[in-house]
């Protein structure tokens, strides 16, 4: 993958690239119904990047009407898994042939460092994409175990259409987390992209006609969870929706779900993530970096942000200081600057919040150790510079609600029992790390972490071979791994007499 790695030659990309902007329906861009557009902003600097089609009922329902016909018409259904393989693979491809255009969308849309969208979000796509689309047929069906005069078949079969409504922090990895292997099972998918973030998307859909995919096998309606993301939710001819977002919005599309024809209905939501560091872990400072990236990275609009330090009190000053270092060379920068660690946040309601959870912590009295302002290295902008809350009570608003930003909560401990309990105290259960030289501890940890995710000695572990989503109120289902293939599959029993 060649990458473009100077600020000057982003730039001058950036003047020339034309975004697609319209919803892409049945195998070609379209204005909304209503013709109704919003403006897409830049978080880097204020500016415009266009006018995009803004979707509601009408629009879901031509969707749905596409992906439908789609689906029954068999032409990517019934097709072999081996084509599918084929043309999934032509799709990735094509993402690799066109990453810096992808990644620089992707910049440019939510104000992520360019280098990040390139070398992490993109590539990371490309392996989601590759990965299952090698792993479609080597999926196998089951026979049962019976007597001589019975077969018993368990086959899966695809739900048939699927709504797939994705959150602006990771655009198109969330995109792809979802539409991967719904595609590889023959569904048909309606992509809802979040209004914050909708170009990167829409270019994917271009370059899966170009892969081969029949027309109205994929859709993308960019717009409003309101107007566009509801009326998927709710309507009677989608028969699986998948979620990527906040608790509330989740727990909203749930009821959507069973309000209408009790569709399946998945959803990966959000988190306040511990990060448990004992006195006996073998490089603290290594462990500090990580503490510090870990809350840090993407500008801390991450689902399992590192937001809760748990220290041991015996290390905690000393600790602190060292994260703090690391904090201090984290400042946001222009996205496109070559080695930028922090982007801007993805707008100004965004920049708000956290901004309000930054005030409401000194007002809980938090001793604020770092940060704590919005900064300006680009006029126009929506940055925020990382910030550390040391002496943190658990009870307090910043360590118990999601902030989704690069806000810190450091919370000290006496005991393995008391860090188990402030880890688990929480409605969340997405992600855990725990820093430690003791084997045993650690395994005790990792199996009482009520958590999906667990990392040991390391934060944000795994690949697509593993499973992620969360307990508790993070959500239900998994993506990636053969396991995400449930979601989007019914299983049949067929049983057959083959007695005389």
């Not at 500016?47 to 596409?66: H, I, K, N, P, T």
């Not at 999926?139 to 994705?166: N, S």
């Not at 510079?385 to 943190?392: C, L, N, R, S």
């Not at 969360?470 to 057959?496: C, M, P, V």
Request: glycine share 8%.
């Amino acid at each position: 993958m060649r990458s473009t790695d100077t600020f000057e030659a982003w730039q001058e990309r950036a003047d020339l690239l034309r975004p697609r902007l319209q919803a892409f329906v049945d195998g070609r861009f379209v204005d909304a119904a209503s013709g109704k557009t919003f403006d897409c902003i830049s978080p880097i600097d204020g500016r415009v990047l266009g006018q995009v089609a803004d979707c509601a009922a009408e629009d879901v329902d031509r969707a749905v009407l596409s992906a439908r016909t789609a689906f029954d018409a068999g032409h990517w259904s019934n097709l072999s898994p081996s084509k599918r393989k084929r043309i999934l693979l032509r799709l990735a491809q094509l993402v690799q042939d066109n990453a810096e255009e992808l990644a620089l969308l992707e910049s440019l849309d939510m104000g992520k460092p360019v280098s990040d969208a390139l070398h992490v979000d993109v590539s990371a796509s490309i392996r989601c994409l590759t990965w299952t689309a090698e792993a479609i047929d080597k999926v196998y069906d089951e026979v049962a175990p019976t007597g001589p005069g019975e077969l018993g078949l368990i086959t899966r079969e695809p739900l048939g259409v699927v709504a797939a409504i994705v959150p602006w922090n990771f655009p198109l990895l969330m995109a792809s987390w979802k539409l991967a292997p719904a595609l590889a099972m023959g569904n048909s998918v309606i992509l809802k992209p979040s209004e914050k973030s909708p170009l990167s998307v829409l270019r994917l859909a271009e370059l899966a006609i170009e892969a081969g995919l029949p027309h109205g096998v994929f859709n993308v309606l960019p717009g409003f969870g309101k107007t566009a993301g509801e009326p998927l939710a709710l309507h009677m001819d989608v028969d699986g929706l998948v979620f990527t977002g906040s608790t509330a919005v989740g727990k909203h599309l749930l009821q959507c779900a069973g309000r209408s024809n009790m569709k399946r209905a998945y959803m990966e939501c959000g988190g306040k993530s511990p990060n448990i560091v004992f006195a006996d872990a073998d490089n603290l400072r290594h462990a500090a970096k990580a503490a510090a990236s870990g809350i840090f990275y993407n500008q801390g609009e991450v689902c399992t942000a590192a937001s809760r330090l748990l220290v041991d009190r015996s290390i905690k000053d000393a600790f602190i200081e060292q994260v703090v270092e690391f904090g201090q060379r984290m400042q946001p920068r222009h996205p496109f600057e070559p080695g930028a660690p922090m982007g801007a946040m993805v707008d100004e309601d965004q920049t708000g919040r956290v901004l309000s959870y930054i005030e409401r912590g000194q007002e809980e009295g938090a001793r604020l150790v770092l940060g704590g302002n919005r900064v300006h290295p680009v006029a126009g902008g929506c940055y925020v510079e990382p910030t550390i809350f040391d002496d943190v009570a658990h009870e307090a608003t910043i360590s118990r609600e999601e902030i989704f930003g690069p806000v810190l909560s450091v919370i000290p401990f006496d005991s393995e029992d008391e860090a188990l309990r402030i880890a688990n105290d929480t409605p969340y259960g997405l992600a855990a790390g725990v820093w430690t030289s003791d084997l045993n501890r650690a395994h005790r940890m990792a199996r009482r972490l009520r958590a999906g995710s667990v990392w040991v000695n390391y934060w944000d572990g795994g690949d697509m071979t593993a499973p992620f989503g969360g307990y508790k109120q993070s959500g239900n289902g998994r993506d990636k791994s053969l396991h995400a293939f449930d979601k989007y599959t019914e299983l049949k029993a067929t049983w057959i007499n083959l007695a005389d």
